[in-house]
């Protein structure tokens, strides 16, 4: 049987389903045309942005939610304030988020200059009295809000948030709301990876 797997650039302010539930909100239906055998694999928040895979794959839907497999996902994510080295070793050791540590990251870094990404709409509220920094981070877990939590938990709540990597996939040139048909190396790929 031929499987699809689609990568999908989730814009802002979209919802990581196909139906609103009657909330009026942006999802997955908006966009497209898909398939209608495919779903998301995991979910990105309804205010974050980036890669999200849909598929009709149960075998690499499994392999990629999985937690013993532990691929990886990065995410450019911009924070209040500039964080100090501390705070990025905090952030790769793991933090306590709802009374449970995280997994090791593999990276936290501060970036030196803002990513080349395309402009969120709405952007993102500037102050003049807060500064502004972007981290990359790479976890290889996936709990809810996770990114958002444990940026808090350093002091440094998330503004925006990408995730432009999934394993060795990357976003490579796509706009918010356009997607594309992963390739059959592609998926031999992702069923490949994982860091454990």
Avoid: C
Wanted: no cysteine; proline share 7%.
């Amino acid at each position: 049987m031929t499987h699809t797997t689609i990568l999908f650039y989730k814009p802002f302010q979209v919802l990581s389903q196909f139906t609103d539930e009657g909330s009026g909100k942006r999802t997955l239906s908006d966009f497209g045309p898909f398939s209608k055998s495919v779903y998301p694999v995991g979910r990105l928040d309804y205010d974050s942005e980036g890669l999200l895979l849909l598929t009709d794959d149960n075998r690499l839907k499994h392999r990629l939610l999985d937690p013993t497999f532990a691929h990886t996902r990065t995410y450019l994510v911009q924070v209040e304030r500039i964080p100090e080295t501390h705070a990025l070793e905090q952030l790769e050791n793991g933090v306590v988020i709802e009374g449970k540590q995280t997994r090791k990251a593999p990276l936290a870094r501060l970036l030196q200059a803002e990513p080349d990404l395309p402009e969120r709409v709405p952007p993102v509220r500037f102050r003049k009295t807060v500064p502004t920094a972007w981290i990359e981070l790479t976890l290889t877990e996936g709990r809810n809000r996770q990114v958002r939590k444990m940026t808090a938990a350093v002091g440094h709540p998330t503004l925006r948030l990408v995730r432009t990597k999934i394993g060795a996939l990357t976003l490579g040139g796509l706009s918010p709301g356009a997607h594309r048909v992963l390739t059959q190396r592609e998926i031999e790929m992702l069923l490949a990876s994982h860091s454990v």
